[in-house]
């Protein structure tokens, strides 16, 4: 069974920083994009970021790009988020999801193409 466990949530400044981490378990993590996803109250749930499986190819949405870094340590089976420069529109629940195809050619960014969801991690960003 599949297990993707956020965490590294929680409050801070406009302009600060914080990384989220999401564990994986379950099938083999190195095969399989990953991806970074939020929903912000009363809006669709929407991509930020993602990465190959290799790691070698990253994809992110205009809203993040230059501050939002995704990073995975296949040793550990985990994906990364680092987010700097937050912004209250940034305060959203986050979500990492791994990707239903493996070893794909090209960085996955729809939701469709991603199967397994982590339960969310809250962050908020106070103006």
């Known amino acids: 069974q599949v297990q993707l466990i956020e965490s590294g949530g929680g409050l801070v400044q406009a302009g600060g920083s914080l990384r989220l981490s999401c564990a994986a378990s379950g099938r083999t993590f190195s095969n399989y994009d990953m991806g970074w996803f939020r929903q912000a109250p009363g809006k669709e749930r929407e991509f930020v970021a993602a990465i190959s499986w290799a790691g070698r190819r990253t994809s992110y949405a205009d809203s993040v790009k230059g501050r939002f870094t995704i990073s995975r340590d296949n040793a550990k089976n985990t994906v990364y988020l680092q987010m700097n420069s937050l912004k209250p529109e940034d305060t959203a629940l986050y979500y990492c999801?791994?990707?239903?195809?493996?070893?794909?050619?090209?960085?996955?960014?729809?939701?469709?193409?991603?199967?397994?969801w982590g339960q969310g991690t809250q962050v908020t960003v106070s103006s």
């Open positions: 999801a791994t990707a239903r195809d493996s070893l794909t050619p090209n960085v996955r960014r729809r939701q469709n193409d991603y199967n397994y």
